[in-house]
């Protein structure tokens, strides 16, 4: 009943986590079955409520297989308080006859069931219900949250940490980061876009580039900017972290340099994923001149950490990035472009092999 919520605290939870709990509940339901079947004389009409029960079960199965791409088994309340009736079902059996335990056990079975099904239909539920967030260790210091296709890291220097960026699902962020270390925390955002900010509440400030602020408020962001600009540095104790402006993909996107690890956490500026590059604030032309910038410093960096896309990827990326751009602007990467829909908006992909660049039509 608790396992899930302790992973989550602990900052231990993962899509396979989850997976596997699905699977041991479905195990915990089947085996209560096939040891209760022989012993215990079930009238015909438990059968019948039960094969209602996992039709209902198997329909919303299909319905998040053809909604989702993916099979979702939604971890509601209701589902918990469903595996508890039934935990207990079998320790009632030698004190009360089953014909009326059964009734609340089918009952509440059945509109977790219906439940399940509305939301999954609707689309009225939290991606965090289905998918988890894994947490991934790359170094004693350092680790990434993967988070249903982006991703946010945890830096702990000596004295301080800092979360960079809190995700698409991800409310818990601070939480998950307070299960990895005791250092005082604080939060770092590369730019404001939705998939980026979940977290943000659960801060009072952040560090964030000031042309951000119309970005943050128009996805409804919350909480005290601290201004950054190029060439501040943030010291954890004995790990420094050197902001760098990475304007184009948003007016405030920044890059930050982990000096002692050489490393490059670039936001969405720098991946091998599909950079967006359509709607308000984008600028093509500008992100080709804040890639070009990063030569300056590329000394002091040998990877990257991106939030989207392959991890980590080589500096190497950017130059292609710089051309496949530059390509765009130019008129010359026509081969390369085909019309995709993007929650809504007809836009075109550039689809280089190396990336994508999503623009405007």
Not at 139 to 156: A, H, K, P, S
């Amino acid at each position: 009943m608790i396992d899930g919520t302790v992973a989550r605290k602990t900052g231990k939870a993962s899509e396979f986590g989850a997976r596997l709990d699905s699977i041991a509940d479905i195990v915990f339901v089947v085996v209560c079955l096939i040891k209760l079947i022989p012993v215990i004389n079930i009238p015909t009409w438990i059968y019948v409520w039960i094969g209602v029960v996992a039709l209902i079960r198997i329909i919303n199965i299909v319905s998040g297989f053809i909604m989702q791409k993916r099979f979702i088994i939604l971890h509601t309340i209701m589902n918990k308080v469903t595996g508890l009736l039934l935990f207990i079902l079998p320790l009632t059996v030698p004190f009360v006859d089953l014909k009326y335990t059964a009734i609340p056990v089918c009952a509440v079975a059945t509109f977790a069931a219906i439940q399940e099904g509305h939301f999954i239909r609707t689309n009225r539920f939290k991606k965090e219900d289905y998918k988890m967030k894994e947490v991934i260790k790359i170094n004693e210091n350092t680790w990434r949250i993967e988070d249903d296709g982006v991703r946010f890291y945890l830096l702990c220097g000596s004295e301080k940490a800092v979360l960079i960026d809190t995700g698409m699902n991800s409310p818990d962020a601070k939480q998950i980061a307070e299960g990895l270390t005791k250092l005082p925390l604080i939060l770092i955002n590369t730019h404001a876009d939705p998939d980026h900010i979940s977290g943000n509440s659960a801060f009072g400030e952040f560090y964030m580039s000031p042309n951000e602020e119309e970005n943050l408020h128009a996805h409804d962001g919350q909480g005290k900017i601290l201004p950054i600009h190029e060439g501040d540095v943030i010291d954890l104790g004995d790990r420094e972290l050197l902001i760098i402006d990475l304007p184009g993909h948003t007016p405030g996107s920044v890059g930050i340099i982990d000096k002692k690890n050489h490393v490059l956490i670039s936001g969405d500026s720098i991946q091998d994923g599909k950079i967006f590059m359509f709607g308000p604030a984008r600028n093509l032309k500008q992100y080709i001149e804040s890639l070009k910038h990063l030569s300056k410093y590329e000394d002091l960096f040998d990877e990257i950490y991106p939030m989207h896309g392959t991890f980590p990827v080589h500096k190497d990326l950017i130059p292609k990035l710089i051309q496949g751009a530059q390509s765009i602007v130019d008129g010359k990467a026509q081969e390369y472009a085909k019309p995709v829909n993007v929650f809504g908006n007809e836009v075109t992909l550039y689809n280089f092999d190396y990336a994508g660049f999503l623009c405007q039509k």
